[in-house]
């Protein structure tokens, strides 16, 4: 009889390893070479990336118990107290109904995210056990292409790259197309900076995607697909590629799959490091070994796509729906969210927030509820202004419309887009003004050349923000940003152009006495463009140095307690004094 | 410097020969030498069904080729959205004068390369460094620079 052991499962995605993991996972391994009678495994991202490595213990009896932010030292205690002598310490675990983690975890609604940070992405045995492939399994069975695309119809999912097309109607299409060869595109090139949804879904729960893809290939008549993945997200390709190499091994991927003479072939390709690429026909053009410039459509894809043949692409998160979608029915998917948004939703939460991470949500959910309750507001004693969603096509909604709900027609109101789901949250340090350059700075390197509007209409509109930000703007600068934004809008082949102006037109919106500020008053509320601000310490200081100690000029001056002063003349406004000043003494003038 | 063109046919017989593999190609010839030397794209162009303005055209497109060489580790900061509201540029400023060069410069003993990349998908733990693969994250000028010293100190491995 085998004796039932512990069970050790640390979280190794990329965000749990630049927080230590591997150090952990390392130290184990050792202990278990050395006799430490427990079962270690690896998981993916369990999407609370605040309080990472993680470590899940589990008790002979099945009792689990969740480790957060366990680095070297306390493994070493957990190992002799819990692992050895039975004894948890519980001031390092947290409990999905108590406290933070409660809050954080009761609006959640996990579809994509179920098996994230539960399986081994490693082990396809893993996934078959929580009924993995079953999906595929029915569909194959059923042998009704027409009806798994009705089912993925009647659920009402749409694309989750950030257009939200009807992934059914799309998938409709394709299967119209007759045609002896047809292709599956997975896209997984996620250029939003600051979004990490589909990195954390490849490496956590890789053969959902394939699963889905198998299925959708299945539906529409494909028989070979490329996932098209960024190059700097390694470890994803890498598993992704194991997980490629054991649906082979178990029929479930290549020639005859599961004896039913359907055969579906799946290339990664890496992608180069290009925004542009993200858009469907450019990294079609990439794919083909091509520079990854937009082409006018029709010809969609559905009808013309990779070397000319019916192509049907989409999202890593919208493919990693579908197997839930057919396992649990059409109608279950179209319970959740709104009337024209089903299912949930992942969004990547960063920036001013505490609970930093990834997060899935049922359609429908206010951006208020997601950023207070879900994501435990900044953290701080400092207010959340705005947040923004869609990265550069989207835009910043202030916090007085937090109250509009998850749903693309909802948030395309404010002018920002649902996008594919990063989610950047900022506070009063942080200039709307500088935020809207950033973004054309991005989009304006990003633009591919091809339309005069997009390639020379971001030059201007960045010198015109740069010029604002560095104290030089002029009052009709304000009218020039909006005559130039919809010049770019109604002129531009592709997205990235048609979008590029949402984050200055948002701001604008929204921000607009910013703006005017940097303007007529020369000033920068945010204390971030370094012309426009002077950095004091108030009556408040009470001489703890700290500031004196972080700041990278050595401009603080003052003794132990006492008041400190800034030296203006050397002073160059980065703000660290601020940061790291517990008494809020360091205010922006 | 005159390249291996040995190496170069290697990886044309592993990657494959028509115009579809282009990126492959380029892709594994900057792995072995960390950049793509002019030489390599001729060698291309005149060994398989590529043309030299097509290669040229690639990797003057994608930000990810390099047509000149680079240090021993490229330290990535990053500048995306999240990285950008955390501080990304004192980042960057502190490592400029840690190493003594500017953004996207090589250090004179070939050592390190500086470099800004748009989201490494830590944005969690923002902001973020990546040197080489590894992902250093909630970073602030100070711990950014130290970095550096940890890779000096351990001969360059860390
Ligand atoms: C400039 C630009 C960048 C894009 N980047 C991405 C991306 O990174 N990931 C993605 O899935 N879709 C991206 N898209 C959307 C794709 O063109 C396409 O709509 C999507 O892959 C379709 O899949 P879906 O219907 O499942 O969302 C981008 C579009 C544009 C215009
Ligand atoms: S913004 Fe820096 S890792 Fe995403």
């Keep these: 009889m085998t004796q039932v052991k512990k069970r050790v499962v640390v979280g190794m995605s990329t965000c749990n390893m630049a927080a230590g993991a591997d150090e952990v996972f390392d130290f184990l391994k050792e202990k278990v070479a050395g006799g430490l009678d427990v079962k270690l495994s690896i998981t993916g991202c369990l999407g609370m990336c605040y309080a990472e490595p993680q470590v899940q213990v589990f008790d002979e009896d099945g009792t689990r118990h969740l480790y957060v932010g366990v680095n070297a030292n306390r493994i070493a205690k957990i190992v002799d107290d819990h692992i050895i002598a039975g004894k948890p310490r519980d001031k390092w675990i947290v409990k999905y109904d108590e406290g933070d983690t409660q809050k954080l975890m009761a609006k959640q609604e996990r579809i994509v995210l179920a098996n994230s940070g539960i399986i081994d992405p490693d082990e396809i045995d893993d996934y078959l056990a929580v009924d993995g492939y079953a999906a595929l399994r029915t569909v194959l069975e059923e042998n009704d292409r027409m009806q798994v695309i009705q089912t993925v119809t009647d659920s009402g999912l749409r694309g989750r790259g950030g257009a939200g097309f009807p992934t059914g109607l799309k998938w409709k299409f394709a299967y119209g197309y007759e045609n002896d060869k047809k292709y599956i595109v997975c896209n997984a090139d996620e250029g939003d900076p600051g979004a990490f949804m589909d990195r954390t879904i490849l490496e956590s729960d890789p053969h959902a995607v394939l699963e889905g893809m198998i299925i959708g290939a299945f539906a529409t008549g494909a028989d070979e697909a490329y996932v098209y993945c960024r190059a700097e997200y390694p470890l994803a390709i890498k598993r992704l590629n194991r997980a490629i190499e054991q649906a082979t091994e178990k029929k479930l991927l290549g020639d005859n799959i599961l004896g039913k003479g359907f055969n579906f072939h799946v290339h990664v390709k890496e992608g180069a490091g290009t925004f542009v690429c993200g858009e469907e026909t450019a990294l079609l053009a990439s794919i083909e070994g091509r520079r990854g410039m937009p082409r006018p459509r029709p010809p969609f894809p559905a009808e013309s796509g990779l070397f000319g043949k019916p192509t049907t692409i989409n999202n890593v998160e919208t493919w990693a729906n579908v197997p839930w979608i057919i396992r649990k029915g059409a109608e279950a998917f179209a319970a959740i969210g709104t009337e024209k948004s089903k299912g949930s939703k992942v969004f990547a939460l960063a920036g001013k927030i505490k609970h930093g991470g990834l997060v899935e949500v049922p359609m429908g959910i206010t951006l208020e509820e997601i950023i207070h309750e879900v994501g435990g507001g900044t953290g701080t004693n400092r207010e959340v202004k705005s947040v923004q969603l869609g990265g550069p096509s989207g835009g910043c909604v202030p916090r007085s419309l937090f109250d509009t709900k998850i749903d693309y027609d909802e948030v395309n109101k404010t002018g920002a887009i649902m996008g594919s789901g990063g989610m950047v949250v900022m506070d009063d340090t942080t200039c709307m003004v500088d935020v809207a350059r950033y973004f054309l700075n991005f989009t304006q390197i990003e633009s591919c050349g091809k339309c005069t509007f997009c390639r020379v209409g971001t030059t201007r509109m960045l010198e015109i923000l740069t010029r604002i930000c560095d104290g030089k703007g002029v009052p009709e600068d304000i009218e020039t940003l909006e005559d130039l934004a919809d010049q770019i809008k109604n002129t531009s082949l592709c997205g990235l152009g048609q979008t590029a102006p949402n984050p200055v037109l948002t701001t604008l919106r929204y921000f607009r006495d910013e703006y005017e500020e940097h303007i007529n008053d020369k000033k920068c509320r945010a204390g971030k463009c370094r012309e426009l601000c002077i950095y004091e310490i108030t009556d408040d200081c009470n001489g703890c140095m700290v500031c004196a100690k972080n700041c990278p000029t050595n401009c603080i001056s003052g003794e132990k307690k006492q008041l400190h002063v800034i030296k203006q003349d050397d002073c160059i406004r980065c703000g660290v004094c601020r940061d790291v000043c517990k008494q809020d003494a360091v205010i922006v003038k | ?158």
């Excluded at chain 2, 690639?58 to 500048?79: A, D, N």
């Excluded at chain 2, 410069?105 to 390190?112: A, L, Q």
């Excluded at chain 2, 992902?135 to 550096?148: E, Q």
């Design chain 2, 1 to 158: 410097m005159t390249i291996d063109l040995a190496l170069i046919d290697a990886i044309v017989t592993d990657k494959g020969v028509d115009p579809t593999r282009a990126i492959p190609v380029l892709q594994a010839v900057q792995d072995k030498f960390r950049h793509v030397p002019l030489q390599a794209i001729e060698r291309i162009a005149a060994t398989t069904e590529m043309t030299e303005s097509q290669l040229y055209g690639v990797v003057t497109f994608y930000s990810q080729f390099r047509l000149t060489p680079v240090g021993e580790k490229i330290v990535k900061v990053c500048h995306g959205t999240a990285c950008h509201v955390g501080g990304a540029e004192g980042l960057t400023e502190s490592l400029e004068s840690r190493l003594g060069i500017k953004d996207g410069e090589n250090t004179p003993d070939m050592k390190y390369t500086l470099d800004s990349v748009a989201c490494v998908g830590c944005c969690s733990l923002a902001p973020v460094v990546m040197v080489e693969d590894k992902v250093f994250g909630k970073l602030d000028r100070k711990k950014a620079a130290k970095i550096i010293d940890e890779y000096d100190s351990s001969g360059g491995s860390r």
